[in-house]
DNA sequence: CATTCATATCTTGCATACAAGATTGAGTGA
DNA sequence: TCACTCAATCTTGTATGCAAGATATGAATG
């Protein structure tokens, strides 16, 4: 009943609002159950998905939400700050403003962002912060590295559902909202700036995460959750470790 | 007989050695008789390249090379040099330099260039000046960007396919040249400056098609090749068009 | 009791059959 | 001659069936 690129956006939002978490498994029959189809609508789905980074297969075995581990994290956050302060960078370079709607558009955004952040609403908060970057770019006029940009926001909001936390959301926001500040006055490399400033906060994290703990890598490869993707299994078991079970 | 994977491949190998022009009909059946393979695999393949934006597909009717308009055309050429500027500039803030065996992996590929522009082996001279990119990107420790960056090279390649002659062939072997001897030197901001100019000059050439030739869209649209794309008429029958027929 | 091996079961991989939209061209009527 | 209709054909869209690999279960064996 239901069009593969449905589905395919499904597990996308899913994922955005920390829905689904790495490792999770698709199988073809529950989903194709679940959205009343058959295995081929899924399949293709899985495939979408796939050539796209966000979803694995072992063969075989199944469809699985990547385990990202902190060098692909590393990757993926120096490949945002590239692509999202480049788009500024190039903005700013063509010295044009932004339209009214455009910056509308983008209030609206910070607003709901703003909302889902005061009612702590988890999920919607989550998939806002993360959609806000995908917003921007095409708010900056380019659709193509938009789209490429909603992947690997996907695939970093993967890796950083295990450590966000309230504080960090509302830093987010913040930090968002400085961005719009800057365009709207018609300062883009200023805005460049504080992009740049914001992805570095949370790619050093991503340093961190290694120096802190560097127990991590070792209590992960230990732990045995129930459905162990096999062919990551030096990073599996981390969407139940912080659960408390360790 | 074949996995999708390498059809998908052989397919991105064919548009980037100019093999496969825009606007070309991918059928399905075609294409299984030709890797012996069952249809299923064939649009395996299919939503592959489609999830990348290397196909695309009009409803029953059948997959198709896109036909890139200027529009898009300006969109990949920024989209391109905000990736590949943004490695340099990222590796050059690193304050790296190249190890031997990498630096000699470009210096390969070099002489590869330079050894089919002098055999005049167009398919592989067009293959290899994009695909020197890809290479690149790779080295600079990005597979992410890199594979990201493949598919716009594709794309690109779609577009230059119509205007590039063997003196730009030429040049573009010499600004490769020069971005990888910055590097060698250890200057990577050089190189990144390099990169900026080698795909200004192209990108400048979008813009030259547009100016030089305000009649190329009426000529478009109102050639009439015989399979017609149908969702992008606008500019359907460019692959004919300078082919001399009009 | 631990280990190994066989078997049952579950899940994906692939081919094929059929449904349905799109195109083409012949034929008909004005 | 032109426009329109309808059937024949071609091509993709989707479901389903079977093959085959992976895992889990449990009995047999040392």
New interface residues.
Partial sequence: MAV?SSISTRIINAVLSQKLKPGARLGEQELATLFQCSRTIV??AM???????IVIVSPRRGWYLPEVNVE?AR??Y??R???E???L??FARRKETLDAATLARLRLHLAEQKSALESEDVERRSYLLGDFHVCLAQCL?????A??LRD?TVLTTLFTMRHQTPSDARLSYEEHAAVVDALASGNASEAEHCMCQHLGTWEAKVHLVREHDPLEKLRQALTSPKDLPPQVSRTAGVAKADEGDI
Same sequence: chains 1, 2.
């Avoid at 495939?47 to 980074?53: E, F, P, T």
């Avoid at 006029?141 to 590295?145: A, I, K």
């Fill in positions: 593969a399949r293709e495939v979408d998905l796939a050539a796209r980074g692909m990757e993926l120096d490949a700050e590239i692509i302060t480049g788009l960078r190039a006029g380019n659709q193509v590295l789209s490429k690997l």
